[in-house]
C-alpha cells in the first residue's frame, strides 16, 4: 500500500472485531516509547535499526505493553519495511486504544 492511501487511513478507525492504527516509526531513538499523537498519526520513538525485523517486533512489544494486550493481538498490516505503518489491533475500540496511549 502507498503512502498515500495510507495517508487516507485514520488512526484508530473501527474495524470489524477492533481498531486501526496509523503510526509514524523514528529508529535508532534513546528509547522506545510512544511519543505522541500527531493529527491522526501516533509517533514512536524506536531503538531498533529499521533494516531488521526487531524494529517491528520492539513496535509490537511496546503498543501491546502501553494497551495492556498481548501482543499476539497487535499486527503491522501494511508498511513492514518502511516508517509509516497501519497497524491492526484486535479487542478493543479505537477510543479505548486512544485513551490508553495518551497515558
Same mark, same amino acid.
Not at 503510526?23 to 529499521?50: C, F, P, Y
Not at 501494511?78 to 497497524?87: E, I, M, P, R, T
Given at each position: 500500500? &502507498?503512502?498515500?492511501?495510507?495517508?487516507?487511513?485514520? #488512526?484508530? &478507525?473501527?474495524?470489524?472485531?477492533?481498531?486501526? *492504527?496509523?503510526?509514524?516509526?523514528?529508529? *535508532?531513538?534513546?528509547?522506545?516509547?510512544?511519543?505522541?499523537?500527531?493529527? &491522526?498519526? $501516533?509517533? $514512536?520513538?524506536?531503538?531498533?535499526? #529499521?533494516?531488521?525485523?526487531?524494529?517491528? &517486533?520492539? *513496535?509490537?512489544?511496546?503498543?501491546?505493553?502501553?494497551?495492556?494486550?498481548?501482543?499476539?493481538?497487535?499486527?503491522?498490516?501494511?508498511?513492514? #519495511?518502511?516508517?509509516?505503518?497501519?497497524? #491492526?489491533?484486535?479487542?478493543?475500540?479505537?477510543?479505548?486504544?486512544?485513551?490508553?496511549?495518551?497515558?
Amino acid at each position: 500500500m &502507498d503512502k498515500k492511501k495510507l495517508k487516507n487511513l485514520l #488512526s484508530a &478507525d473501527k474495524v470489524e472485531t477492533g481498531s486501526a *492504527l496509523f503510526v509514524s516509526v523514528t529508529h *535508532l531513538a534513546g528509547r522506545n516509547e510512544i511519543a505522541g499523537i500527531q493529527g &491522526d498519526i $501516533v509517533k $514512536v520513538n524506536l531503538t531498533a535499526r #529499521s533494516m531488521d525485523g526487531e524494529a517491528n &517486533d520492539d *513496535l509490537i512489544s511496546l503498543l501491546a505493553k502501553q494497551l495492556g494486550i498481548t501482543q499476539h493481538n497487535i499486527e503491522i498490516v501494511a508498511g513492514q #519495511s518502511s516508517n509509516q505503518k497501519l497497524v #491492526s489491533i484486535l479487542g478493543m475500540s479505537p477510543s479505548e486504544v486512544m485513551e490508553k496511549l495518551i497515558r
